[in-house]
């Protein structure tokens, strides 16, 4: 078994939207328009293994020091052969080398990223200031960072986590 992690490419958007529609479907992930994959596909690394893409996560920069994990999934067919750990590592290189100080995940699996260094948050996690230029960004990713009242239905279940780097 060969495990490659690497930058998604626009014909990977189709299977990006094929490994997460199930994820989506049971509401674990929420899903987006095609497009929005497509603009955001530079955000995106896939997981082959054997040549064969079976996972994908994307990094969304959302301040000058803070960024998303986002869309972090594998098919439940390839868990446990350490694709989904390989991309959180790759994503958390992308951080680093951008200059993102800390990473910030919803998620439903606490455990998971507990044992990558993320911790459980309440409250807000930036300053006040940062806070009312965040409140301008029409992300929902930013609006779930910022536990707003509108984005409740979407997130019920889900842990804030964040991981400083």
């Known amino acids: 078994m060969t ?4 930058r998604a490419r626009t014909p990977d958007v189709r299977v990006i939207r ?3 529609a199930p994820m989506s479907e049971n509401r ?3 899903t987006k328009d095609a497009v929005t994959y497509y603009e955001s596909v530079h955000e995106f690394r ?4 054997d040549g064969v893409v079976v996972g994908c996560g994307a990094l969304h ?16 067919d390839h868990h446990g052969h350490g694709a989904g750990s390989a991309l959180l590592r790759a994503l ?3 951080a680093k080398e951008i200059g993102v100080q800390r990473v910030f995940c919803l998620t439903f699996e606490t455990a998971f990223f507990a044992h990558h260094g993320f911790e459980a948050i309440e409250g807000q ?10 409140l ?3 992300d929902e990713g930013v609006a779930e960072f910022l536990d707003l009242e509108r984005v409740k239905p979407n997130t019920l279940g889900n842990t804030r986590m964040l991981r400083t780097l």
Not at 3 to 6: D, E, K, P, Q
Not at 46 to 49: H, K, P, S, T
Not at 125 to 134: F, G, H, M, S
């Open 46 to 49: 896939v997981a082959e293994i």
């Open 136 to 138: 301008r960004s029409y």
């Open 92 to 94: 958390l290189e992308d």
């Open 28 to 30: 674990r992930i929420i």
């Open 61 to 76: 920069v959302m301040w000058e020091d803070l960024a998303e994990l986002r869309t972090l999934a594998v098919l439940p």
């Open 18 to 20: 094929d490994i997460i």
């Open 3 to 6: 495990l490659v992690v690497r």
């Open 125 to 134: 996690a930036v300053e006040p200031p940062v806070y009312v230029e965040l």
